[in-house]
T-cell receptor
Framework: TQLLEQSPQFLSIQEGENLTVYCNSS?????LQWYRQEPGEGPVLLVT?????EVKKLKRLTFQFGDARKDSSLHITAAQPGDTGLYLC??????????FGGGTRLMVKP | GAVVSQHPSWVICKSGTSVKIECRSL??????MFWYRQFPKQSLMLMAT?????????EQGVEKDKFLINHASLTLSTLTVTSAHPEDSSFYIC?????????FGPGTRLTVL
């Protein structure tokens, strides 16, 4: 079983602060995705990264895929209360199965 | 993007009863759907892969006789939690694949009293 470890598990910050969430594995993934989930809802896809070293930006969110395709990071600039939620990384292995990380619960206080 | 729905959104049942949860792909056909379970403050754990017209593939540790999966059509998969117990209380989420991307349903919260 390929495991994805996310850190931190929980993060509480003030509005306007920056933060980085990490997703690490000892295994190589063909692609890696980041999702955001709000309470009582299903996860919503934010981004998919495929190429080692790839960097994608989505407004104030910056996603990076490690060169070896074993890790990824999500950086949020100037966090806002609307960013509050559970952030999940998930990786596709060679068998096209999606494995989720443990999640990072973010709370942004106004 | 593609839309996946689940019904019901939430259900409360007595211990020992069976509960059926539906997962539908609304605007596309899905030969493969996935069922996940999510406990409070935890991540999604894959329970099984539902294949249209064939038996589901269950992850290790998931009892196939307790969690019955039926994928009778290209737009509908059902998960039946049989003889539910309080420890089965959880958030059940399905997903369906379209063009190599998974789309998730809104989830079903099951509470077993």
């Amino acid at each position: 079983t390929q495991l994805l470890e996310q850190s931190p598990q929980f993060l509480s910050i003030q509005e306007g602060e920056n933060l980085t969430v990490y997703c690490n594995s000892s295994s190589v993934f063909s692609s890696l995705q980041w999702y955001r989930q709000e309470p009582g809802e299903g996860p919503v896809l934010l981004v998919t990264v495929v190429t080692g070293g790839e960097v994608k930006k989505l407004k104030r969110l910056t996603f990076q895929f490690g060169d070896a395709r074993k890790d990824s990071s999500l950086h949020i600039t100037a966090a806002q209360p609307g960013d509050t939620g559970l952030y999940l990384c998930a990786g596709y292995n060679a068998g096209n199965m999606l494995t989720f990380g443990g999640g990072t619960r973010l709370m942004v206080k106004p | 993007g593609a839309v996946v729905s689940q019904h019901p959104s939430w259900v409360i049942c007595k211990s020992g009863t069976s509960v059926k949860i539906e997962c539908r792909s609304l605007d596309f056909q899905a030969t493969t759907m996935f069922w996940y379970r999510q406990f409070p403050k935890q991540s999604l754990m894959l329970m099984a892969t539902s294949n249209e017209g064939s038996k589901a593939t269950y992850e290790q540790g998931v009892e196939k006789d307790k969690f019955l999966i039926n994928h009778a059509s290209l737009t509908l998969s059902t998960l039946t939690v049989t003889s539910a117990h309080p420890e089965d209380s959880s958030f059940y989420i399905c997903s369906a694949i379209q063009v190599n991307e998974q789309f998730f349903g809104p989830g079903t919260r099951l509470t077993v009293l």
